[in-house]
């Protein structure tokens, strides 16, 4: 089964179909478990051409990863080059997930003691 | 609870997590774990207290009003930090071109403005989740007044 | 088929594919809130243990630059990035869960469906 669009555009027909018309039967908790499959196939079908995990010539492995390793000691003076990296490369970013959590604890808590 | 083995007990091991959880927040640039792991660690010894003791004690503990002011006071202290590049003539949050001296690798102030950008975010981690728990637990208790 | 040897390679991505399917049926299928919002829970973690074993090399140890030369490091940019993954993912928890209690206050039930019904009974 090859992933063309035609059959996402079935599959999320399908899925609206069930869950918006069908009231709960057994009819329904099997199309639950079939359109499941599909989704589990056509994921673990596309891990499956994935490089090999552990492979030391990975696209992930690029030059960005190999700069941040050898510049880590004499640019930042960190050696845990994860700190380093989202405490002085990447550190702006370090403020936006603060700003998540800041954001997200507000709404919270404005939401639990309002009345 | 009212077992007083787990009332002993934990106010015996409560400030021993503490210790762990700011040396896993201070030596954040040397071994791994870093400012989100220790403030998620120094919070669960206040749950702690708070679930062996009753709510009423644990808030007591740690009240409403300094947790928000610790969140409030960790986010301006990381921007305060960051301002600190904009002082020396260099970008926003530089540790290096900022002229911030970088000491020796191994120790344990070197590394800059790494120190201080973890502590903050530590603090406000730790507060960050004391807060959740208080407000989730035993929110409809005080709901109605605006602090 | 020439599926399997290769999945039994990438075991970790299986893995965690098959922790997305559970959690996405974990939503979908049970009607308590509390239980679909421990589904997308699952849901997230196993997009982190996808994202980060990606990084991995065989050989390498982990990226604490020590004295020496010759060493492979694991890839550091996954888990830095996963950091700021995990935190999104608790605010979002947490934010759902207030809703939750919320909710629970003003109607009595934790149940979607006699939410739903209760609403549609208002409506009337």
Wanted: hydrophobic share 55%.
């Amino acid at each position: 089964m090859e992933a063309s669009p035609l059959v996402g555009v079935g599959i999320l027909l399908l899925i609206a179909y069930v869950f918006f018309y069908l009231p709960r039967s057994q009819i329904r908790n099997l199309l639950v478990i079939v359109i499941l499959f599909m989704i589990g196939y056509a994921l673990v079908v596309t891990v499956a051409e994935m490089p090999v995990f552990g492979s030391a010539n990975a696209p992930a492995y690029n030059h960005v990863a190999e700069r941040y390793i050898e510049g880590a000691v004499a640019e930042t003076g960190a050696i845990n080059v994860i700190a380093a990296i989202i405490m002085d490369y990447r550190a702006f970013d370090t403020l936006g997930e603060a700003t998540v959590l800041f954001v997200a604890i507000a709404a919270a808590i404005a939401s639990l003691k309002a009345h | 609870m009212d077992d007083l083995v787990i009332r002993s007990v934990s106010r015996l091991v409560v400030p021993f997590i503490q210790l762990y959880g700011f040396y896993v927040i201070f030596y954040g640039h040397l071994s791994p774990g870093g400012g989100f792991a220790g403030g998620a660690i120094v919070a669960s010894s206040m749950i702690l207290y708070g679930l062996s003791f009753n709510l009423e004690a644990g808030s007591r503990k740690l009240g409403h009003d300094i947790s928000s002011l610790m969140e409030s006071g960790g986010a301006i202290w990381f921007l305060m930090i960051g301002l600190i590049g904009i002082l020396f003539g260099s970008n926003f949050l530089a540790n290096r071109f900022a002229g911030v001296s970088l000491g020796t690798p191994g120790q344990l102030f070197s590394g800059g403005i790494i120190f201080f950008l973890s502590l903050g975010i530590g603090v406000k981690v730790a507060s960050t989740m004391i807060t959740l728990f208080y407000s989730l637990s035993g929110g409809e208790d005080n709901s109605g007044t605006n602090s | 088929m020439e599926l399997i040897p290769k999945l039994i390679n990438n075991s970790y991505y299986f893995a965690a594919m098959i922790l997305f399917v559970i959690g996405f049926h974990t939503m979908l299928t049970h009607s308590n809130l509390i239980k679909k919002i421990i589904g997308m829970n699952i849901m997230d973690t196993s997009i982190f243990l996808f994202f980060v074993s990606i990084g991995y090399v065989r050989g390498g140890r982990a990226p604490i630059i020590q004295e020496g030369a010759g060493f492979l490091y694991v890839n550091p940019l996954p888990s830095a990035l996963i950091l700021t993954g995990i935190v999104v993912a608790v605010s979002v928890t947490a934010f759902a869960l207030s809703l939750i209690v919320k909710l629970y206050a003003h109607y009595g039930t934790v149940d979607a469906d006699e939410i739903a019904l209760i609403r549609a009974r208002e409506e009337r």
